[in-house]
């Protein structure tokens, strides 16, 4: 293998490689990248045998061939290279030599025979996405997944495609997150939990990125192409909550809030909320207000916000932090608060149509 190419390209496409390598595997071939010349052009594959991402970059390839590098020692040297240009040179005994400049490194390589082979994703229509709206609708569920669950399916996001409309969902056991949005897509039905790790990559890379993003799904693994790069994942097996039966109760009263000012009174009472003073935060909901406070034993806080309520007065206790996640993600001025009963979750919706669904299970009060 033999061949030249951008300094500057390839250390960038080298670093977000890297974060699909395994970092601690039985495997020795897992801990580095996988390099391939051929044509013009050379790939990178990252791949921990859950995630896998693959990106090219043109190069002057003088020889094919392929090799495996390790990932930290490879991006380490490419970041500290001296010039624009940067040559890699490998023999058959695996020894890999890179030079820029007057600085030169000599690698230990491993054989590419021995890379595992990347699942393939194959059937089905894509779907193609806008990215803009994907990575929104990522972001407004995401942070709802479960971190250790008995069930790992809720460590994912369901994605649910079909009849021009997508959701997804995210449940960790305490609060449920819902998006949906219209989208041009007519194919079959396609319903299927993707890993929280393998959507942190999407965002990242998509990040900057304009256009589309086009999702391949098969009944184990799919692929995400966002620009350049191919993301290839596992899907997530298991039984997933029936989250249309728990956002289904009935509803007792509302309550419209402006979202700014409701994040602003919960961020002042939490400021008496930390690690070792837990507490959670006392909301009110009354006819025109809601009185927002926390009590802990580093003292206690009190502040209320204007609202609209239709129902009778309740009270109810939230973890502030679960409380404030789904209002930071709300992208509407005001919002409408469902409530039932002081024991039963509050759902919190747009004032105007469907786009997205927030549940928040409350936190039993101690009688003052």
Excluded: W
Aim: a negative charge; aromatic letters at 6%; hydrophobic letters at 40%.
């Amino acid at each position: 293998m033999k061949f030249e190419c951008s300094t500057h390209i390839l250390s960038d496409i080298c670093s977000n490689v890297q974060r699909a390598v395994s970092q601690k595997t039985s495997i020795p071939s897992l801990e580095g990248i996988m390099i391939k010349a051929e044509g013009n052009t050379v790939t990178l594959t990252g791949y921990d045998l859950e995630v896998g991402m693959i990106t090219s970059a043109d190069a002057d390839v003088r020889e094919n061939g392929s090799i495996i590098l390790n990932a930290k020692i490879l991006c380490d040297i490419l970041r500290n290279l001296p010039e624009d240009r940067v040559s890699f040179e490998a023999d058959e005994r695996l020894s890999c030599k890179i030079k820029s400049g007057e600085a030169e490194f000599t690698l230990v390589g491993t054989s590419s025979a021995e890379y595992p082979e990347l699942p393939s994703v194959n059937g089905g229509f894509p779907v193609v996405i806008d990215s803009e709206l994907l990575k929104d609708m990522i972001r407004k569920t995401i942070f709802a997944t479960a971190e250790n669950d008995a069930k790992i399916v809720h460590t994912g996001v369901r994605f649910e495609i079909g009849d021009n409309n997508i959701r997804l969902v995210a449940v960790d056991g305490f609060r449920l997150a819902i998006r949906n949005e219209k989208i041009d897509y007519a194919g079959d039905e396609k319903i299927f939990v993707v890993p929280k790790k393998t959507l942190n990559e999407v965002l990242k890379l998509s990040a900057g990125e304009d256009g589309k993003i086009s999702m391949s799904i098969g009944k184990r693994h799919i692929t995400f192409k966002i620009g350049d790069y191919d993301i290839v994942s596992r899907l997530l097996d298991g039984e997933f909550l029936n989250y249309k039966a728990a956002i289904s109760g009935n509803t007792t009263g509302t309550v419209k809030v402006n979202v700014r000012n409701f994040i602003n009174s919960i961020e002042r009472t939490s400021l008496i909320i930390t690690d070792r003073a837990k507490s959670p935060i006392r909301c009110i909901f009354d006819k025109d207000m809601i009185k927002i406070s926390s009590v802990t034993v580093l003292g206690s806080a009190n502040d209320r916000v204007p609202a609209e309520m239709n129902g009778e007065k309740l009270e109810m206790g939230f973890n502030n932090k679960f409380l404030l996640g789904a209002l930071r993600v709300c992208d509407t001025d005001e919002v409408i608060i469902k409530l039932s009963s002081p024991v039963h979750p509050i759902i919190i919706v747009p004032t105007d149509g469907d786009s997205f669904l927030f549940l928040i299970l409350p936190v039993r009060l101690k009688t003052e």
